[in-house]
C-alpha cells in the first residue's frame, strides 16, 4: 500500500491532499526518514519554528508526521513509532489580527462599485449585490449565504433567517433598508430567470444551479483591486464586521449571538486593544524601514 492510498482511505480528500504534502516535506528535510527517532523529529519541528511556523502549523505538521509513522507500522517497515506521545507546548494565539481588517467605511465602498459582467448574460448583477450585502450587513459565512432558501427572508418584517451550522448558532438577523429593495428585485427579476431547477435556495449561478461557495469568492475577488496591499476575502469580510461592532462600543454578548458564536471568548478575540490600534496607525503612517 502507497501512503497516497493510506491518506485517501482515511482521510476526506482535502486533508489527505494537505497532511501528502507535509509529509512529503518532512521526507525531503530529514535524511532516513523511515528511520528516524523522536530527537530527528525534535529537530525538524525546531527549523520549521525558526521559520517563523505558527504553533497552529506546527501542530498540523506533527500530526501529519504520526499519521506517516502510522502507516511504516502498518505496512511493516518499522515496528515502533518515535513520536507517537510528542506534544507541542507552544502558546496557540487565537486572537484574530484585526490590524488589516476593514473599516465601515471601506466595506461600504464594495457596495457602491459597478457590478462585474454588466453585458452577460444571464444577468447576475442584482445577485452578486446581494451576496456583498450579505456579507457586509449581517457578516454571514460563505456556508450561511449558500444555505439560505428563500423561505428564510422575511421582508415584511424585515429579517433574515441564518441556520445553525456545525459551529454556529441559529440566529435571526435584521435586514438593512437598503437590502429589502434589492432582495425584492433579485427575486423577481434574476432569480425567476435562473430557477430553472425550482430550487429554493436563494443564491443561484449563472448556469441555473446552486450557488456552491465558488461564486461567493468571486463575487468579493473581483474588488480586491481596491485594496492590494490587504487579503479582501468573504472571511476578511466577516472578521471586520464583527471586529467593528465591537469597536463601536456594542456589548460583547450582542455581538456574539449577531456572530453565532457559541461562546463569548471566542467573540472577544476580535477586540482591538488601544496599544494594537495605536501600533496600527504608527505602522501605517510611519512605517519602519
Do not use: W
Not at 440566529?171 to 430553472?196: D, F, G, W
Not at 490587504?230 to 469580510?237: D, K, S, V
Request: charged letters at 30%.
Amino acid at each position: 500500500m502507497k501512503i497516497h492510498d493510506y491518506l485517501g482511505d482515511r482521510f476526506a480528500k482535502r486533508t489527505a491532499h494537505g497532511y501528502g504534502l507535509m509529509i512529503k516535506n518532512y521526507c525531503d528535510q530529514v535524511k532516513h526518514s523511515q528511520r528516524a527517532k523522536y530527537k530527528d523529529v525534535l529537530n525538524y519541528l525546531e527549523k520549521e519554528r525558526s521559520k517563523g511556523r505558527k504553533a497552529n502549523t506546527l501542530l498540523t505538521y506533527i500530526a501529519a508526521i504520526k499519521v506517516y509513522y502510522d502507516y511504516l507500522k502498518k505496512t511493516g517497515v518499522r515496528k515502533d513509532h518515535p513520536c507517537k506521545h510528542m506534544r507541542l507546548k507552544d502558546r496557540i494565539d487565537h486572537r484574530v489580527d484585526v490590524q488589516d481588517l476593514f473599516s465601515s467605511t471601506e466595506l461600504s465602498l464594495l457596495l457602491d462599485q459597478p457590478s462585474r459582467g454588466k453585458d452577460k448574460l444571464p444577468s447576475i448583477t442584482l445577485r452578486d449585490k446581494v451576496i456583498l450585502s450579505l456579507l457586509i450587513y449581517q457578516g454571514l459565512t460563505t456556508k450561511n449565504i449558500v444555505s439560505l432558501e428563500v423561505n428564510d427572508l422575511d421582508l415584511v418584517q424585515a429579517v433574515i433567517n441564518v441556520k445553525k451550522e456545525t459551529t454556529l448558532n441559529r440566529r435571526i438577523l435584521e435586514l438593512h433598508p437598503k437590502q429589502i429593495m434589492l432582495i425584492n428585485k433579485y427575486l423577481t427579476e434574476e432569480r425567476a430567470i435562473l430557477n430553472r431547477t425550482s430550487s429554493d435556495k436563494l443564491i443561484l449561478t449563472r448556469r441555473y444551479q446552486e450557488e456552491r461557495g465558488c461564486g461567493v469568492h468571486d463575487v468579493v475577488k473581483a474588488y480586491k483591486r481596491l485594496f492590494p496591499d490587504r487579503a479582501l476575502t468573504p472571511l476578511a469580510i466577516r472578521q471586520s464586521v464583527i471586529a467593528n461592532l465591537l469597536k463601536a462600543g456594542k456589548d460583547v454578548r450582542a455581538v456574539q449571538v449577531f456572530a453565532g458564536h457559541n461562546s463569548p471568548m471566542t467573540t472577544e478575540r476580535y477586540q482591538q486593544t488601544g496599544i494594537e490600534e495605536l501600533t496600527a496607525a504608527v505602522m501605517k503612517f510611519h512605517p519602519l524601514k
